[in-house]
């Protein structure tokens, strides 16, 4: 696939554009790590939450869409869909406490939340095996997408892929800060998804296809558009629906939704203006990221089953790309050589911003860690702001250039990077509870991640090793979640709590609701929290039935049963309406 000269010229004033944004706000950012890194906590909301959309946006991520829908039907998005559920109960329960919280990062939390040397060590260990360990190994697979994109739709080798796209990413992320990534992703949310409602107008548009009405009647797709799996087989339903919506939202710490919030989530919460402010940002990010944007993706997958029904015409539509990369992922940019001119560069551009933006966005996150959780913290606690910028700049560099020597090295790794997506099964529900159960303390979260980690290990290589049969991965992933959860709740009773004078602080800063509390702290009896608990509950519930209903009323209409479509959708303004009207009850400062 050739790019002509009106495609290059979109991808060009989309470069440039980028690296503008990062020049104009190189100087504000370097003043000092709270601009670096939290914008001043000055951002509003808006702007928070399409940062974070963007962000989620990866270029791996509709290739994964197209090979949950090729390999098993629209309803194996269920997969990642749960994760809704999750990010709800972080938009009414969390996103007020991480800004009341005042942290850094949220790596910094610990030392708020837990005392000693325990508290120290693991905001030490986790600052660098989450901004170092994990994050480059995250990076490296979206590189690795970006390279596999590259070779289709340009045919340009991985070498070059890495280093023009790291470049000009880099180049204003390691510049700009946090100021620079979210303006720019605002610039991204908007390419990225004309983009991909682009390539879902010209895959109906193939000759094979005929338009969305014979999209949906063709006999290759039909028994593809389930909205939910088959509950006769019960071995896929729970794998695909009930583990993910009844374990999995709540046990896993998953990139973007992390329970109780963290990661990147957690830093763009503490950069908002005001709790307020944090809540509707987080809000405003689940909606477009379970509502807003998996259908243009769904589209094209389903089209794609028509245009290449099978691996083997994916191979021989690309002979020169290496048979080991043809996989199902591989039909989505496989559907983009359909595009014309022009749009085809904004395309180009498009998958370019959703690269750019998760790397840059994981680039800041990572580099706060490294910096004010390790090296301020531990190393050179009483230097200069701009010393600190300039050690975080490095970081950012460093990490880079770590997670693309990982992407070339990442096809003989995936194994490693699978273990690496489990050992956090089980450790979720501490993150949930911490901030009202008074009795956790640092030897929970220490025993929690050791114990995940191992039985990840043990199902990765020893399990069948010793003559046991073999497990699936929703057996594996309970087993896991129910050995963990055991082990750190018993180290929990053990252990003594951190000490009262940092409980008693904490509870004074976060006021939490006090039910979990009264046995350590003195508690205000005018406190208000408990009085929160229902309209929250009721904002969950509501907050979570707008994008479903929403999501699945858009899924039916393009289906072409308006009927039940327009009932979701009415459903949707309902619940919306009575969210809003709940919202005042949830209190703030």
Partial sequence: ???????????AIYGVTVIVIGMLFARRAGSDTQEYFLSGRQLPWWLIGTSMVATTFSTDTPNLVADLVRTGGVSQNWMWWAFLITGMCTVFFY???WRRSGVFTDIGFYELRYSGKPAAFLRGFRALYLGVFFNVFIMATVTLAAMKIAGVLLGVDERTTVLVAGTLTVLYSATAGLWGVVITDLLLFAVAMIGSIAAAYYALSHPAVGGLANLVSNPAVTDKLALLPDFSDWGTAAAVFIIPVTVQWWSIWYPGAEPGGGGYVAQRMLAARNERESMRATLWFNIAHYALRPWPWIIVALCS??????????????PQVDSSIVRNDLAYPAMLIFLPHGLLGLVV???AAAYMSTISTHLNWGASYVVNDFYRRFVRPDDEERHYVFVARVSTVTLIVLSSIVAFWLENALQAFQILLQIGAGTGLIFLLRWFWWRINAWSELSAMIISFVVALYFQFWHEALGFTALNASAQLVIGVAITTVVWVSVTLVTPPADTSTLQSFYDRIRPFEIGWRKAVRVDEDARASSEIAPALLSWFLGCLVVYTALFGTGYILYGDRLAGLMLLAVTTLAGFALFKTLPRITFE
């Fill in 1 to 11: 696939m050739q790019l002509n000269l009106s495609d290059w010229l979109v991808v």
């Fill in 95 to 97: 996103a007020k406490l």
């Fill in 305 to 318: 089953l028509i245009v290449y029904p099978d691996l083997a015409a994916l191979a021989e539509q690309f």
């Fill in 349 to 351: 551009a498009s998958l």
